[in-house]
């Protein structure tokens, strides 16, 4: 009974979901050009514990032919080892000014967010600045119609003085033929970015053999970019050609 009752509720939502995206498409196709037009910057960026490098200011750009209403939420982020991301409520971490804000047609609106948490954090911490959008009534009259809004997560890392990275990959082993585990280790006191660094791969038993990944070529190794400090991420990349992973060290370095 249970069992069925589970699928009976599955094919409900299946089709539900059907009719809504099916919807969505309609609304999108008819409205697309304009609701595609919003934009906010910067998307990430980082912040000091205090004084004038602990705020920025955020741009949100409304070219649509209509106004839009939004609202700024701070939460604060985690990651497991597997880079999966769980968000708790920051509030009391940051001052954002305005909270919500109706932006007219064609015109911009600048949003200040300072940090205002611990003062003295020993590790960097990485949070998201919420930018949503109320949802748009695309009905275009009395009745109800469809509303979809369009919401911005911007990535924000408060760091502290003196703060740095330390990379070091504990754990590389092949998956598939095509295909290895890595887990790298920030052993520092400050996010990184993979893609801010370099990715040197060297045979054990011919040194001479290397390769070097750098710049846009790290998006072809690693599918996360952040690496928490004081924490692993495992991750899945393609094999090297001509590599070994039991034969091979990997070694990554910032590139600043």
């Not at 409205?31 to 949100?60: F, K, R």
């Not at 839009?68 to 999966?84: C, F, P, Q, R, W």
């Not at 930018?131 to 009395?142: A, K, Q």
Request: charged content about 25%; glycine content about 6%.
């Amino acid at each position: 009974m249970l069992l069925s009752n589970l699928r009976t509720k599955r094919s409900v939502h299946r089709r539900v979901f059907g009719q809504l995206s099916k919807l969505i498409f309609i609304a999108i196709a008819m409205y697309g050009p304009v609701a595609v037009a919003q934009s906010v910057q910067p998307m990430v960026y980082q912040l000091e514990t205090i004084g004038n490098n602990s705020s920025t200011n955020l741009t949100i750009e409304n070219t649509k032919s209509s106004a839009i209403t939004y609202e700024m939420l701070a939460v604060k982020v985690s990651h497991d080892e597997m880079g999966n991301e769980t968000r708790t409520d920051a509030e009391d971490d940051f001052l954002i000014y305005p909270p919500q804000t109706l932006v007219a047609p064609g015109k911009k609106q600048i949003i200040k967010v300072k940090y205002v948490g611990d003062p003295e954090l020993e590790l960097s911490q990485t949070y998201r600045i919420l930018v949503n959008e109320l949802p748009i009534d695309l009905s275009g009259g009395d009745n109800s119609g469809i509303s979809v809004a369009i919401n911005f997560s911007t990535l924000c890392n408060i760091v502290p003085t003196g703060s740095s990275a330390a990379l070091e990959v504990t754990q590389l082993s092949e998956i598939e033929d095509d295909k290895w585990s890595i887990t790298i280790q920030n052993k520092g006191t400050r996010f990184s970015r993979l893609s801010e660094t370099i990715v040197e791969v060297v045979s054990l038993s011919d040194p001479s053999k290397k390769k070097v990944f750098r710049n846009e070529y790290i998006g072809d190794l690693f599918n996360r970019n952040l690496v928490a400090p004081k924490s692993k991420l495992k991750l899945e990349m393609p094999a090297i050609e001509g590599f070994e992973p039991d034969n091979t060290k990997i070694t990554i370095s910032e590139t600043s």
